[in-house]
Each structure stands twice: as C-alpha cells, then as structure tokens.
C-alpha cells in the first residue's frame, strides 16, 4: 500500500488547523493533526517543502520506520514544528492502517481497556458568583471533573477567564473558548503573582464549600510562578484535594519541581510545552510529576506517545493529555482511541470545538455521562469535507502575552 499523494490543508472554521491528508494507490485517506496554535504556516512549510516530498512512494504500513526516518533523518531533531509534522504523518498513516484492517485505531493499539475516558471541563468566572455558574453549566453539560480558573481582583484580563477574554476581544474574535485572537499583533495581558497567590486558595475554599468533596477539581497555573511560589501554592491548596496542579512553574527549569514536591502533596501535571520523551524522562524515572501532560500533536504522534506512558506506567504516572479546541478533531480522536487502549490512563482535557469546526471535520466520538469514546468507526473516525475547509482560509492569530505592571514581559 503506497502512499501515492499527500496534500496540507489549512481551514480556519473558528480558529487556524493545519491538516495532512495522504492518499494511498488503492484510495485509503489518512488524515494527520499538524495544528501549531499561532505558528501555524511554519509547520505548513515544513510540511509542504521538507516533508510530503519524503512521502509519495513510500510503504504506508510501515509507520515505525517512516517516523524513525522523518527524526533521525532530519539531522535537526525536536521542537514544535518539527515534531508537529512528524506527529501529522504519523497520525495519518495510523488512520490508514486502521482504516485498511477495518477497525477503529484502539483496537489495533490493543483494544479498549476502560469503557470510556473521564474528561474534564473547563470552568472559569471574574468573581465566584460567575465561576459557580460556569461550574453548574459544566456538571450539567456532564462534566464529572471541572478546571477552575478565576480572576484576580486588579488584574484586568488573565489566562483562563472566558468572560474576561470575550470582553476584552470582543464575540468572534476569541474563537472557540480559546484565549488567541486574529490580528496582525497578539493581546497584552497583565500579570501579578503575589496578588494570584493571595486569592486563589480562598476561591478554591468557597467552590469545595459549594460544591461538595467528591468533585474532583483541577487547577492551571500555566508556567507564571517561580518554583518556591509553587511550593508554596501547592502547599496552600492541600486542604481542597486536588485532582492536579498543572504547570505549577516553567517547565523548561525540571529541576524546580524537586523543591516542588519536596514542599507540598497536591499532585503535579506537567507538559503540553514538551515536544519528546527526553523531556519527560527525568520528570518520570524521579516521580516528579503524576500525570503526563503531552498531546499526540505535538509530541510527534501516537507511536512516540505510547512509548512514553508506556515508561510511565513503570513508575504510576498516568496521562492527562493536552485537548484545548487548538488540538483539532483529527489529533483529539488520536489522543481518544490512545487514551481508550493504554493501561494507565487519568483524565482527558476536552473542550468542545465550534459547530463551524465540526462541519469541516465530521467526528463518529461519542461524548455520555462525562465520559468520551473515540467510536467504532475504521480508523480515527474522523473525515475532513474540502468543500466545506476551502470555504474557511486561514486567518493570522495569535496567543496573547503577559506584563506585570512595570512592564516587564513575564510569563503567559
């Protein structure tokens, strides 16, 4: 089976997705995620001028050693668009194999081992009167864990915050409950981690007051503390029982989360900025994290993916893969039918794509009781309408930046 065109689709429905389309000669389609929010075209080119050259000709049952090829290949390894269009050809020829043997992706990954994947919600409020309704939204939407992001009195917009970001952009250009905007210049935000430090424990004091022990509770710190200000944060949040502190502090600096987890029980996820299981090795083999924060579309696919939580099975740390709206249909499947087969599985991010997206992108997962399945359709279960992607081109957009009130850019 031959791999005999391979095409790059960019469609912007409601925000930029970049997708890799393969064709064999006997006419099965693959379909890759190649999505790098904000830096998209650069994955384009690395994709249309460097990559898809490799492709046409090649044996497309032979996933392994065409991923090997496109990373040791290369010479230059790792990093985002790299790995991006790495893990496009790799989700592609997954969704061929599978869709060659006439079955859905987990059962050739080795079946299902749960019957569906605990996803948690995003919920978030600029005071708690707004947070408690976006909590109750969520439960009622089926959600059985819920992310609590909240704003911080005297800052005016900061990550997380739905109604924040909407004011600040305006309806259609935040798209998709995701914080990046189209224009020619990303959007200032404004920081204060002393102010962020004071407030959040008592927020999560009045939801675990209002809502109960059992629901379990998730928490994004999203790189802007120092390490003893994690430790610190994390110490304070023990009495709430956290499912997880995520990105407590930039992860680039892994020796920060030994003082971490000297300091605090509160477990720790980490990762959606890795790109390798280099990244994580030291995180994993000294238990410096619980949950693996990697996405399928930026860790160079599901066959390296695997591999890792494969490795961190040996040690129980489990995944909580990265699943905002920029991870587009195609790697959200992937990470399903993943997260569906490993042994190890935590919890799946899932925020749920425009209706625009959805046309473009037409899914068979099924989403009931607060529990996501990839569906039993050949392949990823996913197909990509051209018709319906050409009507949407792609539209600059970026990630907004953070400033403290100095001015000094910090952290976002």
Known sequence: MIIERAEVVVTSPSRNFVTLRLVTDDGIVGLGDATLNGRELAVVAYLRDHVVPLLRGRDAHRIEDTWQFLYRGGYWRRGPVTMAAIAAVDMALWDIKARAAGMPLYQLLGGASREGLLAYGHASGSDLSELFDSVRAHLEQGFRAIRVQTGVPGLNAIYGIASQAAAAGGGEERYDHEPARRGALPMQEDWDTRAYLRHLPGVFEAVRNEFGPELPLLHDGHHRMTPLQAAKLGKELEPYDLFWLEDCTPAENQEALRL?????????????????????????????????????????????????????????????????????????????????????????????????????????????????????????????????????????????????????????
Not at 265 to 275: H, S, W
Not at 310 to 317: F, G, P, R, V
Not at 325 to 353: C, R, W
């Open 260 to 412: 971490v987890r000297r300091h605090t029980t509160t477990p720790l996820a980490i990762g959606e900025v890795f790109n390798t299981v280099w990244d994580f090795k030291d995180l994993i083999r000294e238990q410096l994290i619980d949950y693996v924060r990697g996405a399928v579309t930026h860790m160079g696919g599901i066959t390296p993916l695997k591999k890792t939580m494969e490795y961190a099975a040996l040690y129980q740390i489990r995944s909580g893969f990265h699943g905002p709206t920029d991870i587009s249909p195609v790697g959200m499947a992937a990470q399903m039918h993943l997260g569906l087969a490993i042994h190890n599985f935590g919890i799946q991010e899932y925020m749920k794509h425009s209706a625009r997206t959805d046309e473009v992108f037409r899914q068979s997962f099924r989403w009931r009781d607060g529990l996501l399945h990839p569906g039993d359709e050949p392949g990823l279960g996913v197909e990509l309408d051209l018709d319906e992607a050409g009507r949407y081109p792609y539209e600059q957009a970026y990630l907004p930046f953070n400033r403290l009130a100095d001015g000094t850019v910090h952290d976002w």
